[in-house]
C-alpha cells in the first residue's frame, strides 16, 4: 500500500458528493487497496459525506463540506469536515450513536440491532444511526469526530490495516 | 402470462414481472438518493400486495446492484418487518460474489423467519 492523500472541497449538494465516488475509488486502488477494500472504503466516504450534506450547519451558500483520505502505513484515515450544527443535542446525539457502537462486541451485532431497531419504527426521514454502523461493520472502522475553534464538526473514520 | 413493469428513479431501476407464482423485483444499477424511500415504499408494498399474503412468492434480486446507500436500507428492513407479521413469502437474493453484498446481506438474514417464508440467498 502505498501513502498518499486525497483532498476535496465540495459544495454541499447531493449530486455533488454522489459525483466523487469514482475519484475516492480510483485513488484507493492506484494506492495498493484492493477492490473490496476501495469499495468498503468508497461507501465510507460516501455515507459521511452524506451525513454531512444532511445534518451539518450550513448558514451560508460559501460554506464546504470537506473529504481527506490519508492512507498511511498501517492506516486509512476518512476525515470529512462540515460546519457544526448549532444545536447541540445534535452533537449529543452523534456522541451517543458512536458510543453505542462502541458498546458493541462486534459491529456485526451493532449494524444486525440497529436495523432491527429502524424495521420496527414507523417511517420518518432523518437520523437513524444506520449508516455509521455500516460504516463500523461493512468499512470496518472506528468513527470518531471532534468539533474545532472555528465550529467545523470534524468526522473521521479509521480503517486499520 | 407474465405482466412486466418498469420503475426509474435516477441511477436506479427496478423491473417487477408478475406470473401466477410469483411476483419478482429485480434491481439495477445504483441506489443513492437522499430519500430513497420515496421511490421505493410504494414499490415495495405494491408487490407485498400482489403476492397476496403469501399466496404467491415475493422475490427481490439484487444480485445485479452496484451500490446502496444506507438509507436504501431504511425501507427494505420495514418491508421484511411486515412481512414477517403476515402470511408473506419473501425471497431476497444476492450475488454471494461482491463482497460489500455479501456483508450487507448477511447482515439481513437477522430477519429471516424459523419456517423459511422470509429468507435471503446468496447466487
Redesign the interface.
Known amino acids: 500500500m502505498r501513502q498518499g492523500r486525497f483532498e476535496l472541497r465540495l459544495v454541499p449538494d447531493?449530486d455533488t458528493v454522489?459525483s466523487i465516488?469514482d475519484d475516492c475509488h480510483r485513488f484507493l486502488l492506484e494506492h495498493g487497496l484492493d477492490q473490496?477494500q476501495a469499495?468498503?472504503l468508497s461507501?465510507t466516504a460516501?455515507?459521511l459525506l452524506?451525513n454531512a450534506v444532511?445534518y451539518g450547519g450550513f448558514t451560508n451558500p460559501s460554506q464546504r463540506v470537506e473529504l481527506a483520505i490519508t492512507i498511511a502505513s498501517r492506516e486509512v484515515i476518512i476525515e470529512v469536515r462540515a460546519p457544526a450544527h448549532r444545536d447541540p443535542v445534535k452533537l449529543r446525539k452523534l456522541d451517543e450513536s458512536i458510543q453505542w457502537i462502541r458498546g458493541y462486541q462486534s459491529p456485526?451485532e451493532a449494524?444486525?440491532e440497529k436495523?432491527?431497531q429502524?424495521?420496527?419504527?414507523p417511517?420518518a426521514?432523518g437520523e437513524?444511526g444506520?449508516?455509521l454502523a455500516?460504516i463500523a461493520?461493512?468499512g470496518q472502522c472506528v468513527l470518531d469526530f471532534y468539533v474545532d475553534e472555528t465550529d467545523v464538526l470534524a468526522m473521521s473514520a479509521v480503517h486499520h490495516r | 402470462m407474465p405482466t412486466t413493469e418498469s420503475f426509474t428513479e435516477k441511477t436506479l431501476s427496478i423491473d417487477l414481472t408478475e406470473t401466477d407464482e410469483r411476483v419478482e423485483l429485480v434491481w439495477k444499477g445504483k441506489s443513492?438518493d437522499?430519500?430513497p424511500?420515496r421511490f421505493l415504499?410504494p414499490i415495495l408494498q405494491n408487490a407485498l400486495g400482489r403476492g397476496g399474503n403469501g399466496k404467491k412468492q415475493v422475490v427481490i434480486d439484487f444480485s445485479s446492484l452496484d451500490?446502496m446507500?444506507?438509507?436504501t436500507?431504511?425501507?427494505l428492513?420495514?418491508m421484511?418487518?411486515e412481512a414477517a407479521k403476515g402470511q408473506h413469502r419473501l425471497l431476497l437474493e444476492y450475488n454471494q460474489g461482491r463482497?460489500?453484498q455479501a456483508?450487507?446481506f448477511s447482515?439481513?438474514k437477522?430477519?429471516e423467519t424459523p419456517d423459511g417464508r422470509i429468507a435471503l440467498r446468496g447466487k
Request: hydrophobic residues 40%.
Open positions: 447531493w454522489k465516488w473490496d469499495y468498503a461507501m460516501q455515507e452524506e444532511k456485526f449494524y444486525v436495523l432491527k429502524v424495521s420496527a419504527q417511517y426521514p437513524s444506520l449508516g455500516r461493520y461493512e | 443513492n437522499r430519500d424511500a415504499m451500490y446507500n444506507s438509507s436500507f431504511s425501507p428492513v420495514r421484511l418487518d463482497k460489500w456483508l450487507s447482515a439481513l437477522a430477519f
